[in-house]
């Protein structure tokens, strides 16, 4: 089976400055789908970024950018130019294609004025 | 872009109560459509995935009887749980995925389920 893990249960980030968040994922597939989730204390899960296998540019959402290692297994999540409101727990997840989502335990960010 | 309504958001009641949670996409057919629970500052565990038109697949450890689901149209899952108790107390999410495999899921904002 899958297995997602984020190894940093918390995180911490002064305003204006940049974050990375840790995951690495295991799997013996080639083609499948990552994503970061943010989850505020709404508890609204709100999709951040979204990298395909196949494709070996890293994704990029404005602030938010992904390194993508696939031979390491690895897929960490930059937040650059911090802002109070990327305070949040991030879930790092896998879906292999037409399967569900698997999710890693979470990092909660929390964002320093 | 595609929106998946859950309600209702807040839920209280008595011990003994079946409660039904009712998850619908608005703006798209969604075939398959998950739950989950979430305990406070964890993550998300998978119950089932709910598809439309045959039987819900459940998660190892969760009890069919109990979560009941059903997926009677395109844009439309619900879970009863019934006979609640307070340790079914949690925070239920479901999410719908519309076209292909590799989309992303789409997530309702939640219900907060507690029984006194």
């Known amino acids: 089976a899958q297995t997602v893990t984020q190894s940093q249960p918390e995180m911490s980030v002064q305003e204006a400055e940049t974050v990375t968040l840790s995951c690495t994922y295991d799997?013996?597939?080639?083609?499948?789908?990552l994503f970061w989730y943010k989850q505020p204390p709404s508890r609204q899960m709100i999709l951040v970024i979204r990298?395909?296998?196949?494709?070996?540019q890293n994704a990029t959402e404005n602030r938010f950018s992904v390194n993508f290692q696939k031979a390491a297994k690895s897929f960490s999540l930059k937040i650059s130019d911090s802002q109070l409101g990327d305070a949040a727990m991030y879930f790092c997840?896998?879906?292999?294609?037409?399967?569900?989502?698997?999710f890693g335990a979470g990092t909660i960010l929390r964002v320093k004025s | 872009g595609a929106v998946v309504s859950q309600h209702p958001s807040r839920v209280i009641c008595k011990s003994g109560t079946s409660v039904k949670i009712e998850c619908r996409s608005l703006?798209?057919?969604?075939?398959?459509m998950f739950w989950y629970r979430q305990f406070p500052k964890q993550s998300l565990m998978l119950m089932a995935t709910?598809?439309?038109?045959?039987?819900?697949?459940?998660e190892q450890g969760v009890e069919k009887d109990k979560f009941l689901i059903n997926h009677a149209s395109l844009t439309l899952s619900t879970l009863t749980v019934t006979s609640a108790h307070p340790e079914d107390s949690s925070f239920y999410i479901c999410?719908?995925?519309?076209?292909?495999?590799?989309?992303?899921?789409?997530f309702g904002d939640g219900t907060r389920l507690s029984i006194l």
């Open positions: 999410s719908a995925r519309d076209t292909g495999g590799g989309q992303p899921q789409h």
């Open positions: 799997t013996s597939e080639s083609d499948y789908y």
């Open positions: 990298q395909e296998a196949y494709k070996q």
């Open positions: 997840a896998y879906l292999e294609y037409g399967n569900k989502l698997v």
């Open positions: 703006d798209f057919q969604a075939t398959t």
């Open positions: 709910s598809n439309e038109g045959s039987k819900a697949t459940y």
